[in-house]
């Protein structure tokens, strides 16, 4: 158990909607970090967030947008859904530079 | 950007045998990870591993930054062992920081 926790494990949904996916990161870690993982594009960085302030970006779509809160836990927002949004979308959590950072299980989400 | 080459893309073993996975990387990185997919679709974190050689259990991980590349060794294989292993590196300073995957190798260990 890597200590991250995201939620939902599953979700499926339409084209054209949007979602919410959820993530708690580690006792005590600042940065959390949000990744997507396709069959075509393999993992790749979406976004990363430390204290609440954003800190690097990837290759996130304008469609997509995430937040950190208050509390650590940060949401990674998907909307006007298509197909190729279909993929594992990991959050992954760490105490800043120079140590490792830590995956949770991931939300598998389909889109029909 | 950096490119992150992984060999080879797919092993197949029988259980008991010994095997070596490899990471090049194109450019000087803050540091790399090795990481275990599960089947079912678990990132376990393997190594934590910016320079020289770590041992846990029967893996064990040699990274050569000098030389841009990375060796995960995997002895006396068990089925327990298969699914897809990654190499990450991470780029980024100032707090700002991020990793960039290869695609993997596929491993299969067979009884």
């Known amino acids: 158990d890597s200590g991250v926790t995201q939620t939902p494990k599953h979700l499926i949904t339409a084209t054209g909607q949007r979602v919410t996916l959820r993530c708690s990161p580690r006792s005590g870690d600042l940065s959390v970090y949000w990744y997507q993982q396709s069959l075509d594009q393999g993992l790749q960085f979406l976004i990363q967030y430390y204290n609440g302030e954003e800190r690097a970006k990837g290759n996130i779509l304008e469609r997509f947008s995430a937040q950190q809160f208050p509390d650590l836990h940060s949401e990674l927002n998907l909307s006007s859904l298509e197909l190729g949004d279909s993929a594992l979308y990991f959050c992954a959590s760490s105490r800043g530079e120079g140590v490792p950072q830590h995956f949770g299980d991931g939300t598998r989400l389909s889109i029909l | 950007g950096i490119q992150v080459e992984q060999s080879p893309p797919d092993l197949i073993l029988q259980e008991g045998a010994n095997s070596t996975l490899r990471c090049n990387f194109s450019d000087s990185v803050n540091n790399l990870q090795w990481f275990h997919q599960n089947p079912w679709g678990q990132l376990i974190n393997l190594f934590y591993?910016?320079?020289g050689t770590k041992q846990n259990g029967r893996l064990s991980a040699t990274t050569v930054a000098t030389e841009r590349y990375s060796l995960l060794y995997i002895s006396s294989s068990q089925t327990t062992d298969s699914g897809v292993y990654f190499c990450?590196?991470?780029?980024?300073?100032?707090?700002?920081?991020?990793?960039?995957f290869g695609k993997g190798t596929k491993l299969t260990v067979n009884p």
């Open positions: 990450a590196v991470e780029l980024g300073q100032g707090g700002s920081e991020k990793l960039v």
């Open positions: 591993i910016p320079s």
